[in-house]
Antibody
Framework: DVRLEESGGGLVKPGGSLRLSCAAS????????MNWVRQAPGKGLEWVSSISSRSSFADYADSVKGRFTISRDNAKNLLFLEMDSLRDEDTALYYC??????????????????WGLGSLVTVSS | DILVTQSPSSLSASVGDRVTITCRASQKIDICLNWYQQKPGTAPKLLIY???TLQSGVPSRFSGSGFGTEFTLTITNLQPGDFATYFCQQSYNTPETFGQGTKVEIK
């Protein structure tokens, strides 16, 4: 069974730091570009960051650029999100997700196929 | 950033109904549009990718269509387990952006 499990969330004060982990089982993480997507309480989904399969490329939403760092350890089947200078508005459930590729003729699409259950980050004084 | 506008934000329907949800992108995105279902307290679940390809294991009463800027998710013969929130997502450019969601409620 393909499974992703996030951990490391918790309550932190504004300006603090947290490190989220995402453990993959049932498949090799090295086969996929990986992503973090978050959802504030009662709100919609927001893509946060992505990293290519061999860590050669990483990208971030403007809202977290310069504060969050994505990384991975393919040998240990782990994905990470280092979050610094946390703000109230970073409060959310953070999901890790695989990014898959679909190709049809001249067109393609990328999509998030497998998701973890999420790890809750609460930023509050 | 590409803006994805989803409508309606909510709808009420009965078991057996046909339901249609629309997403419009602020620029052309070819077929880079995906649909997810989310039930309370659970992670999003992929339904449709590439605008119209049904994810493995998803019932055929779910279908997607569209190209360019306008896309539709249709659920025929609505079942009790289909009452949930649905999100569309564009993957043409980063940041990959989601629609605001459509909550499908029981009438």
């Amino acid at each position: 069974d393909v499974r992703l499990e996030e951990s490391g969330g918790g309550l932190v004060k504004p300006g603090g730091s947290l490190r989220l982990s995402c453990a993959a089982s049932g498949f090799s993480l090295s086969s996929f570009d990986m992503n973090w997507v978050r959802q504030a309480p009662g709100k919609g989904l927001e893509w946060v960051s992505s990293i290519s399969s061999r860590s050669s490329f990483a990208d971030y939403a403007d809202s977290v650029k310069g504060r969050f760092t994505i990384s991975r350890d393919n040998a240990k089947n782990l994905l990470f999100l280092e979050m610094d200078s946390l703000r109230d508005e970073d409060t959310a459930l953070y999901y890790c997700a695989t990014r898959n590729f679909y190709h049809s003729g001249d067109y393609y699409s990328l999509y998030f196929e497998s998701w973890g259950l999420g790890s809750l980050v609460t930023v509050s004084s | 950033d590409i803006l994805v506008t989803q409508s309606p934000s909510s709808l009420s329907a009965s078991v057996g109904d046909r339901v249609t949800i629309t997403c419009r992108a602020s620029q052309k995105i070819d077929i880079c549009l995906n649909w997810y279902q989310q039930k309370p307290g659970t992670a999003p679940k992929l339904l449709i990718y590439g605008a119209s390809t049904l994810q493995s294991g998803v019932p055929s009463r779910f279908s997607g269509s569209g190209f360019g800027t306008e896309f539709t998710l249709t659920i025929t013969n609505l079942q009790p387990g289909d009452f949930a929130t649905y999100f569309c997502q564009q993957s043409y450019n980063t940041p990959e952006t989601f629609g605001q969601g459509t909550k499908v409620e029981i009438k």
